[in-house]
Protein backbone atom coordinates (compact mmCIF):
# COMPACT_ATOMS: atom_id res chain seq x y z
CA UNK A 1 0.00 0.00 0.00
CA UNK A 2 1.59 3.47 -1.02
CA UNK A 3 1.68 5.74 1.71
CA UNK A 4 2.57 9.35 1.90
CA UNK A 5 4.05 9.32 5.46
CA UNK A 6 4.44 12.19 7.68
CA UNK A 7 7.39 12.26 10.07
CA UNK A 8 6.91 13.37 13.66
CA UNK A 9 9.99 15.55 15.05
CA UNK A 10 10.23 15.46 18.88
CA UNK A 11 10.75 19.12 20.86
CA UNK A 12 13.74 20.41 20.82
CA UNK A 13 15.02 23.25 22.43
CA UNK A 14 18.78 22.35 22.72
CA UNK A 15 21.24 20.10 22.95
CA UNK A 16 21.84 17.98 25.48
CA UNK A 17 23.99 15.03 24.70
CA UNK A 18 27.67 16.67 26.28
CA UNK A 19 25.51 17.83 29.15
CA UNK A 20 24.31 14.39 30.61
CA UNK A 21 27.65 13.44 32.32
CA UNK A 22 27.58 16.75 34.09
CA UNK A 23 24.38 17.93 34.91
CA UNK A 24 22.08 17.22 38.31
CA UNK A 25 18.20 16.36 37.88
CA UNK A 26 16.27 18.61 40.59
CA UNK A 27 13.00 16.73 41.54
CA UNK A 28 11.90 19.77 43.91
CA UNK A 29 12.77 22.55 41.57
CA UNK A 30 9.92 24.65 40.33
CA UNK A 31 9.07 24.04 36.62
CA UNK A 32 7.68 26.98 34.25
CA UNK A 33 5.47 26.54 30.86
CA UNK A 34 7.56 27.61 28.08
CA UNK A 35 5.47 30.33 25.52
CA UNK A 36 2.93 28.56 23.71
CA UNK A 37 3.57 28.32 19.98
CA UNK A 38 1.25 27.33 16.43
CA UNK A 39 2.52 26.95 12.93
CA UNK A 40 0.18 26.74 9.65
CA UNK A 41 2.29 26.78 6.92
CA UNK A 42 0.81 28.20 3.84
CA UNK A 43 1.72 24.61 2.21
CA UNK A 44 -0.76 22.99 4.71
CA UNK A 45 -3.34 25.85 4.42
CA UNK A 46 -3.21 25.50 0.74
CA UNK A 47 -3.65 21.61 0.93
CA UNK A 48 -6.90 21.70 2.98
CA UNK A 49 -8.23 24.96 2.00
CA UNK A 50 -7.56 26.68 4.92
CA UNK A 51 -9.46 30.41 5.96
CA UNK A 52 -7.56 32.67 7.98
CA UNK A 53 -10.27 32.49 10.52
CA UNK A 54 -10.40 29.07 10.55
CA UNK A 55 -7.21 28.68 11.26
CA UNK A 56 -7.35 31.14 14.32
CA UNK A 57 -10.13 29.07 15.06
CA UNK A 58 -8.41 25.84 15.37
CA UNK A 59 -5.56 27.15 17.33
CA UNK A 60 -8.48 28.88 19.80
CA UNK A 61 -9.41 25.33 20.09
CA UNK A 62 -5.84 23.99 20.70
CA UNK A 63 -5.61 26.19 22.98
CA UNK A 64 -8.51 25.20 24.92
CA UNK A 65 -6.99 20.95 24.61
CA UNK A 66 -3.91 22.97 26.19
CA UNK A 67 -5.88 24.58 29.02
CA UNK A 68 -7.20 21.10 29.76
CA UNK A 69 -3.95 20.03 29.90
CA UNK A 70 -2.69 22.52 32.17
CA UNK A 71 -5.67 22.32 34.53
CA UNK A 72 -4.48 18.44 35.67
CA UNK A 73 -3.65 18.44 38.77
CA UNK A 74 0.23 18.63 39.32
CA UNK A 75 0.70 20.16 35.87
CA UNK A 76 -0.09 24.11 36.19
CA UNK A 77 3.22 24.86 38.24
CA UNK A 78 5.10 21.83 37.43
CA UNK A 79 7.77 20.46 40.15
CA UNK A 80 11.38 18.68 38.47
CA UNK A 81 10.09 19.62 35.28
CA UNK A 82 9.04 22.46 32.50
CA UNK A 83 6.41 22.03 29.69
CA UNK A 84 6.74 23.02 26.24
CA UNK A 85 3.36 22.23 23.89
CA UNK A 86 3.67 23.02 20.06
CA UNK A 87 0.23 23.64 18.20
CA UNK A 88 0.33 22.68 14.65
CA UNK A 89 -2.46 22.78 11.14
CA UNK A 90 -1.21 19.55 10.31
CA UNK A 91 -2.20 17.37 7.25
CA UNK A 92 -3.94 14.20 7.47
CA UNK A 93 -1.25 11.70 8.20
CA UNK A 94 -1.96 9.86 5.12
CA UNK A 95 -4.20 11.83 3.43
CA UNK A 96 -1.96 11.14 0.11
CA UNK A 97 -3.50 8.03 0.07
CA UNK A 98 -5.76 8.33 -2.47
CA UNK A 99 -7.19 10.97 -5.17
CA UNK A 100 -10.04 11.08 -3.57
CA UNK A 101 -8.88 11.44 -0.12
CA UNK A 102 -6.70 13.89 -1.51
CA UNK A 103 -9.93 15.89 -2.87
CA UNK A 104 -11.73 15.47 0.01
CA UNK A 105 -9.02 17.04 2.28
CA UNK A 106 -10.50 20.58 1.25
CA UNK A 107 -13.99 19.53 3.35
CA UNK A 108 -13.17 17.62 5.93
CA UNK A 109 -12.60 18.90 9.97
CA UNK A 110 -8.90 20.26 10.00
CA UNK A 111 -6.51 18.35 10.85
CA UNK A 112 -4.16 19.77 13.98
CA UNK A 113 -1.85 18.15 16.30
CA UNK A 114 -0.50 19.43 19.60
CA UNK A 115 2.60 17.99 20.86
CA UNK A 116 3.54 17.95 24.67
CA UNK A 117 6.88 17.88 26.07
CA UNK A 118 7.95 17.79 29.82
CA UNK A 119 11.52 18.28 30.40
CA UNK A 120 13.52 17.56 33.81
CA UNK A 121 15.21 21.31 35.44
CA UNK A 122 18.48 20.11 36.04
CA UNK A 123 21.68 21.99 37.41
CA UNK A 124 25.00 21.72 35.45
CA UNK A 125 28.31 21.61 37.38
CA UNK A 126 28.86 25.16 36.82
CA UNK A 127 25.62 25.81 38.82
CA UNK A 128 23.56 27.44 36.21
CA UNK A 129 20.01 25.74 35.53
CA UNK A 130 18.50 24.18 32.88
CA UNK A 131 15.67 22.87 31.40
CA UNK A 132 16.17 21.77 27.68
CA UNK A 133 17.14 19.20 25.40
CA UNK A 134 15.09 16.03 24.07
CA UNK A 135 12.28 14.11 25.72
CA UNK A 136 9.56 11.27 25.44
CA UNK A 137 6.77 13.32 23.57
CA UNK A 138 2.82 12.72 23.84
CA UNK A 139 0.92 13.76 20.52
CA UNK A 140 -2.37 14.74 20.45
CA UNK A 141 -3.75 14.87 17.07
CA UNK A 142 -7.25 16.31 16.61
CA UNK A 143 -9.55 15.59 13.22
CA UNK A 144 -6.76 12.72 12.21
CA UNK A 145 -8.76 9.82 11.10
CA UNK A 146 -6.58 7.80 9.19
CA UNK A 147 -4.27 8.12 11.99
CA UNK A 148 -5.45 5.00 14.44
CA UNK A 149 -6.16 2.91 11.20
CA UNK A 150 -3.42 3.64 9.65
CA UNK A 151 -0.67 4.11 11.93
CA UNK A 152 -0.59 0.75 13.84
CA UNK A 153 2.38 -1.71 12.68
CA UNK A 154 0.92 -5.27 11.29
CA UNK A 155 -2.56 -4.35 9.33
CA UNK A 156 -1.09 -3.85 5.72
CA UNK A 157 -2.50 -6.24 3.53
CA UNK A 158 0.29 -7.14 1.30
CA UNK A 159 -1.57 -7.53 -1.50
CA UNK A 160 -2.11 -3.61 -2.06
CA UNK A 161 1.38 -3.16 -0.88
CA UNK A 162 2.28 -1.72 -4.61
CA UNK A 163 -1.08 0.27 -5.16
CA UNK A 164 -2.85 3.28 -3.86
CA UNK A 165 -5.71 1.91 -1.49
CA UNK A 166 -6.94 3.54 2.02
CA UNK A 167 -7.83 -0.30 2.55
CA UNK A 168 -6.43 -1.99 5.89
CA UNK A 169 -6.98 -4.86 8.45
CA UNK A 170 -8.90 -4.31 11.35
CA UNK A 171 -6.60 -4.06 15.10
CA UNK A 172 -7.11 -6.43 17.66
CA UNK A 173 -9.07 -5.15 19.82
CA UNK A 174 -7.46 -3.56 23.26
CA UNK A 175 -8.26 -3.21 26.60
CA UNK A 176 -9.30 0.45 27.94
CA UNK A 177 -5.96 2.52 29.00
CA UNK A 178 -6.32 5.43 31.67
CA UNK A 179 -9.52 5.17 31.06
CA UNK A 180 -10.15 5.98 27.02
CA UNK A 181 -10.77 3.40 24.63
CA UNK A 182 -7.88 1.74 22.89
CA UNK A 183 -7.39 1.44 19.17
CA UNK A 184 -4.04 -0.44 18.62
CA UNK A 185 -1.41 1.77 20.07
CA UNK A 186 -3.44 4.74 20.15
CA UNK A 187 -5.97 6.24 22.28
CA UNK A 188 -9.51 7.27 20.87
CA UNK A 189 -11.89 9.74 21.76
CA UNK A 190 -15.05 11.01 20.24
CA UNK A 191 -18.90 11.83 21.33
CA UNK A 192 -20.11 10.12 17.99
CA UNK A 193 -21.52 6.98 18.92
CA UNK A 194 -20.04 5.75 15.10
CA UNK A 195 -17.31 3.60 14.72
CA UNK A 196 -14.06 5.10 13.20
CA UNK A 197 -14.01 2.72 10.53
CA UNK A 198 -16.31 1.26 7.34
CA UNK A 199 -16.27 -2.35 6.96
CA UNK A 200 -14.90 -2.86 2.78
CA UNK A 201 -16.72 -4.91 0.61
CA UNK A 202 -15.50 -8.19 -0.69
CA UNK A 203 -16.35 -7.04 -4.16
CA UNK A 204 -14.03 -4.12 -3.83
CA UNK A 205 -11.74 -5.42 -2.02
CA UNK A 206 -11.37 -8.58 -4.49
CA UNK A 207 -10.89 -5.52 -7.36
CA UNK A 208 -8.42 -4.15 -5.23
CA UNK A 209 -6.42 -7.69 -5.27
CA UNK A 210 -6.50 -7.39 -9.04
CA UNK A 211 -4.75 -4.22 -9.41
CA UNK A 212 -2.21 -5.06 -7.15
CA UNK A 213 -1.34 -8.22 -9.05
CA UNK A 214 -1.38 -6.23 -12.16
CA UNK A 215 0.81 -3.82 -10.99
CA UNK A 216 2.83 -6.56 -10.04
CA UNK A 217 2.92 -7.90 -13.39
CA UNK A 218 3.76 -4.39 -15.18
CA UNK A 219 6.86 -4.58 -12.70
CA UNK A 220 7.98 -7.79 -13.84
CA UNK A 221 7.54 -7.71 -17.21
CA UNK A 222 9.87 -3.94 -16.65
CA UNK A 223 12.67 -6.11 -15.28
CA UNK A 224 12.22 -8.58 -18.06
CA UNK A 225 12.20 -5.94 -20.69
CA UNK A 226 15.40 -4.48 -19.40
CA UNK A 227 17.30 -7.83 -18.81
CA UNK A 228 16.50 -8.66 -22.75
CA UNK A 229 17.52 -4.88 -23.08
CA UNK A 230 20.67 -5.26 -21.30
CA UNK A 231 21.42 -8.86 -23.41
CA UNK A 232 20.81 -7.74 -27.16
CA UNK A 233 22.94 -4.83 -26.10
CA UNK A 234 25.99 -6.92 -25.22
CA UNK A 235 25.09 -8.93 -28.00
CA UNK A 236 23.67 -7.74 -31.13
CA UNK A 237 26.58 -7.50 -33.83
CA UNK A 238 25.96 -4.58 -34.86
CA UNK A 239 26.20 -2.50 -31.39
CA UNK A 240 29.54 -4.37 -30.77
CA UNK A 241 31.19 -3.50 -34.06
CA UNK A 242 30.08 0.36 -32.87
CA UNK A 243 32.47 -0.31 -29.14
CA UNK A 244 35.18 -1.79 -31.45
CA UNK A 245 35.42 1.15 -33.53
CA UNK A 246 34.89 3.62 -30.49
CA UNK A 247 37.99 2.10 -28.63
CA UNK A 248 39.83 2.06 -32.06
CA UNK A 249 39.41 6.02 -32.54
CA UNK A 250 40.07 6.93 -28.60
CA UNK A 251 43.23 4.40 -29.07
CA UNK A 252 45.63 6.55 -30.83
CA UNK A 253 45.02 8.92 -27.79
CA UNK A 254 45.43 6.77 -25.00
CA UNK A 255 48.96 7.22 -23.05
CA UNK A 256 49.03 3.43 -21.97
CA UNK A 257 50.32 1.65 -24.80
CA UNK A 258 48.42 -1.61 -24.27
CA UNK A 259 45.53 0.47 -23.90
CA UNK A 260 43.88 -1.01 -27.61
CA UNK A 261 44.72 -4.92 -26.03
CA UNK A 262 43.25 -4.47 -22.71
CA UNK A 263 39.90 -2.78 -24.07
CA UNK A 264 39.57 -5.61 -26.91
CA UNK A 265 40.02 -8.33 -24.05
CA UNK A 266 37.76 -6.54 -22.03
CA UNK A 267 35.01 -6.00 -24.76
CA UNK A 268 35.46 -9.36 -25.94
CA UNK A 269 35.23 -10.75 -22.13
CA UNK A 270 31.76 -8.98 -21.65
CA UNK A 271 30.29 -10.46 -24.68
CA UNK A 272 31.11 -13.70 -23.58
CA UNK A 273 29.96 -13.24 -19.94
CA UNK A 274 26.48 -12.25 -21.42
CA UNK A 275 24.85 -15.62 -21.86
CA UNK A 276 25.95 -16.48 -18.50
CA UNK A 277 25.75 -14.20 -16.77
CA UNK A 278 22.29 -12.40 -18.46
CA UNK A 279 20.79 -15.42 -19.85
CA UNK A 280 19.56 -16.95 -16.49
CA UNK A 281 18.45 -14.27 -14.57
CA UNK A 282 16.46 -13.46 -18.23
CA UNK A 283 14.61 -16.72 -17.74
CA UNK A 284 14.12 -16.83 -13.95
CA UNK A 285 11.93 -13.40 -14.74
CA UNK A 286 10.34 -14.63 -17.44
CA UNK A 287 9.24 -17.30 -15.43
CA UNK A 288 8.01 -14.76 -12.55
CA UNK A 289 6.14 -13.31 -15.60
CA UNK A 290 4.17 -15.79 -16.40
CA UNK A 291 3.45 -17.36 -12.53
CA UNK A 292 2.02 -13.49 -11.99
CA UNK A 293 0.02 -13.71 -15.05
CA UNK A 294 -1.69 -16.86 -13.91
CA UNK A 295 -1.79 -15.11 -10.88
CA UNK A 296 -4.45 -11.86 -12.28
CA UNK A 297 -6.42 -15.16 -14.50
CA UNK A 298 -6.94 -16.41 -11.08
CA UNK A 299 -7.90 -13.48 -9.58
CA UNK A 300 -9.95 -11.84 -12.24
CA UNK A 301 -11.87 -15.19 -12.10
CA UNK A 302 -12.44 -14.83 -8.53
CA UNK A 303 -13.98 -11.22 -9.14
CA UNK A 304 -15.94 -12.10 -11.47
CA UNK A 305 -17.44 -15.09 -10.06
CA UNK A 306 -19.03 -13.35 -7.11
CA UNK A 307 -22.58 -13.38 -6.98
CA UNK A 308 -24.15 -10.03 -6.10
CA UNK A 309 -25.04 -10.70 -2.67
CA UNK A 310 -21.06 -11.90 -1.88
CA UNK A 311 -19.83 -8.63 -4.05
CA UNK A 312 -21.41 -6.50 -1.39
CA UNK A 313 -21.19 -8.26 1.80
CA UNK A 314 -18.14 -7.60 3.89
CA UNK A 315 -14.93 -8.62 2.81
CA UNK A 316 -11.90 -9.81 5.61
CA UNK A 317 -8.29 -11.55 4.92
CA UNK A 318 -7.27 -14.81 6.03
CA UNK A 319 -3.68 -14.97 5.51
CA UNK A 320 -2.80 -18.60 6.42
CA UNK A 321 -5.31 -19.10 3.16
CA UNK A 322 -3.00 -20.86 0.56
CA UNK A 323 -6.03 -20.90 -1.97
CA UNK A 324 -8.01 -17.63 -1.54
CA UNK A 325 -6.93 -14.74 0.67
CA UNK A 326 -10.14 -12.22 0.38
CA UNK A 327 -13.17 -13.90 1.66
CA UNK A 328 -16.73 -13.07 3.16
CA UNK A 329 -17.12 -12.09 6.68
CA UNK A 330 -17.17 -13.21 9.15
CA UNK A 331 -14.73 -16.52 8.73
CA UNK A 332 -12.42 -18.15 10.85
CA UNK A 333 -9.27 -17.24 11.14
CA UNK A 334 -10.55 -13.98 8.64
CA UNK A 335 -9.62 -10.17 10.08
CA UNK A 336 -11.93 -7.93 8.89
CA UNK A 337 -11.09 -5.30 5.45
CA UNK A 338 -12.08 -1.70 6.58
CA UNK A 339 -11.44 2.15 5.83
CA UNK A 340 -11.88 5.15 7.50
CA UNK A 341 -15.30 5.94 8.52
CA UNK A 342 -15.43 9.59 7.16
CA UNK A 343 -19.26 9.74 8.23
CA UNK A 344 -18.36 10.24 11.67
CA UNK A 345 -17.53 13.73 11.00
CA UNK A 346 -20.53 15.71 11.59
CA UNK A 347 -20.52 18.44 8.20
CA UNK A 348 -22.80 20.93 9.64
CA UNK A 349 -19.87 21.51 12.43
CA UNK A 350 -16.97 24.26 11.41
CA UNK A 351 -14.24 22.81 10.24
CA UNK A 352 -12.33 23.80 13.44
CA UNK A 353 -14.46 22.11 15.54
CA UNK A 354 -12.49 19.23 17.08
CA UNK A 355 -14.38 16.12 16.79
CA UNK A 356 -12.15 13.14 17.23
CA UNK A 357 -8.96 13.03 19.58
CA UNK A 358 -5.87 10.78 19.09
CA UNK A 359 -3.43 10.17 22.01
CA UNK A 360 0.06 8.10 20.63
CA UNK A 361 3.55 7.99 21.57
CA UNK A 362 2.39 6.68 25.15
CA UNK A 363 3.58 3.13 24.88
CA UNK A 364 6.79 3.79 25.54
CA UNK A 365 6.30 5.25 29.20
CA UNK A 366 3.90 2.46 30.23
CA UNK A 367 4.91 -1.32 31.12
CA UNK A 368 8.35 -2.33 32.29
CA UNK A 369 10.02 -0.01 31.09
CA UNK A 370 13.49 1.53 32.53
CA UNK A 371 12.77 3.66 34.78
CA UNK A 372 12.51 7.32 34.33
CA UNK A 373 15.44 9.16 35.19
CA UNK A 374 13.80 12.74 36.07
CA UNK A 375 10.12 14.22 36.62
CA UNK A 376 9.56 15.11 32.61
CA UNK A 377 9.31 12.66 29.73
CA UNK A 378 7.57 9.45 30.30
CA UNK A 379 7.26 9.97 34.25
CA UNK A 380 5.31 13.49 33.78
CA UNK A 381 3.40 11.61 30.48
CA UNK A 382 2.05 8.48 32.54
CA UNK A 383 0.93 11.04 35.05
CA UNK A 384 -0.85 13.27 32.95
CA UNK A 385 -2.67 10.38 31.12
CA UNK A 386 -3.64 8.86 34.18
CA UNK A 387 -4.74 12.34 35.72
CA UNK A 388 -6.46 14.23 32.98
CA UNK A 389 -10.06 15.11 32.99
CA UNK A 390 -11.74 12.87 30.38
CA UNK A 391 -15.11 14.50 31.11
CA UNK A 392 -13.10 17.57 30.26
CA UNK A 393 -11.52 16.56 27.00
CA UNK A 394 -15.01 14.63 25.66
CA UNK A 395 -16.86 18.24 26.64
CA UNK A 396 -14.65 19.91 24.55
CA UNK A 397 -15.04 17.66 21.43
CA UNK A 398 -17.92 18.52 19.41
Known amino acids: MLRNLVAVVLLVTGATTALVAQIRYLPDALGTWKPWTFTAYPDNRR ?8 V ?3 EKQLLALNGIIKSTPGFAAPIGFSVETVGNLQLETYSQSTAASRAAAAKRPLPASLNFGAFGVYQTAAGVRGDTGETAQLLFFVNQLELPLFGNSGNDVPEFEHIEADVVLLASPQPDLFGMPRYGDMLVLKK ?7 AVPLGEALALAVRGVEARLTSSRDVVSRLQANYADLTDPAKR ?12 MAKDPDYLDKMMKAEAAMAASAEKQLRGPITDAEKTVA ?5 LAAAQAAAAGLSAADRAAPGCYASQDRVSRFKRAPADGCVPLIRPNWALFNPALPRSAPQLLVISHFTGCVGDGPKPIHAGGCAAN ?12 LAWLQ
Open 47 to 54: EVAAQPLE
Open 56 to 58: RAL
Open 192 to 198: NAAPIWA
Open 241 to 252: AKRVADIKAIAP
Open 291 to 295: AVERE
Open 382 to 393: KRLLESIDREAL
